[in-house]
Antibody, heavy 121, light 107 residues
Framework: QVTLKESGPALVKPTETLTLTCTLS??????????VTWIRQPPGRALEWLGR???????VYRSSLETRLTISKDTAKNQVVLTMTNMDPVDTGTYYC?????????????WGQGTPVTVSS | EIVMTQSPAILPVSPGERVTLSCRAS??????LAWYQQKPGQAPRLLIY???TRAPGIPATFSGSGSGTEFSLSISSLQSEDFALYFC?????????FGQGTRLEIK
């Protein structure tokens, strides 16, 4: 069974660095064709694509976040990690990770339940 | 970036009814359109991809249609478990963008 589970702090202060972990089960982050994407949802707004990492370590980031965002993977732990620096209250929202199997399609076929993050002093 | 618009934000419907939700793209996306269902506290679930193809395990009560800029998701004979948030997503262009969703509520 394919599952993804996000974890990390629920509260961070402005200017701090956020680190979130997406733990994968039922598939490997290093399998050819696998992509893991981070998506967030600010309160009352639409989902926002943040960036993604592929099985071959290729990454693409939202242009507005390129200087603050890093997505990496730990193959041994089968995890994908999001690091976002210089957090601001506008970064408050629920953060999701989602899987794409490029061998099948370009959509998100499995998602985590999301983890809420509040940026406040 | 392509803006996805869904309306209304909340739609009251009665169990057993057929409902059609709409999604509009600000630019043509061909059929690179997906629909997802989300219930409170749960992960979003892929329903439809390619505008009209049901994802594995999705019942035939769900159907999608459209191409270009206008899309719809229909649910026939609403069951209690269908009352949820539904959102669309385009994947033809970067960044991938989502609609704000339509929430089905029990009338």
């Amino acid at each position: 069974q394919v599952t993804l589970k996000e974890s990390g702090p629920a509260l961070v202060k402005p200017t701090e660095t956020l680190t979130l972990t997406c733990t994968l089960s039922g598939f490997s982050v290093s399998t050819s064709g696998i992509r893991v994407t981070w998506i967030r949802q600010p309160p009352g707004r639409a989902l926002e694509w943040l960036g993604r990492i592929d099985w071959d370590d290729g990454t693409v980031y939202r242009s507005s976040l390129e200087t603050r965002l890093t997505i990496s993977k730990d193959t041994a732990k089968n995890q994908v990690v999001l690091t976002m620096t210089n957090m601001d209250p506008v970064d408050t929202g629920t953060y999701y990770c989602a899987r794409t199997d490029l061998n099948w399609n370009y959509v998100f076929d499995s998602w985590g339940q999301g983890t809420p993050v509040t940026v406040s002093s | 970036e392509i803006v996805m618009t869904q309306s209304p934000a909340i739609l009251p419907v009665s169990p057993g009814e057929r409902v059609t939700l709409s999604c509009r793209a600000s630019q043509r996306v061909a059929t690179n359109l997906a629909w997802y269902q989300q219930k409170p506290g749960q992960a979003p679930r892929l329903l439809i991809y390619g505008a009209s193809t049901r994802a594995p395990g999705i019942p035939a009560t769900f159907s999608g249609s459209g191409s270009g800029t206008e899309f719809s998701l229909s649910i026939s004979s609403l069951q209690s478990e269908d009352f949820a948030l539904y959102f669309c997503q385009q994947y033809i262009d970067w960044p991938i963008t989502f609609g704000q969703g339509t929430r089905l509520e029990i009338k």
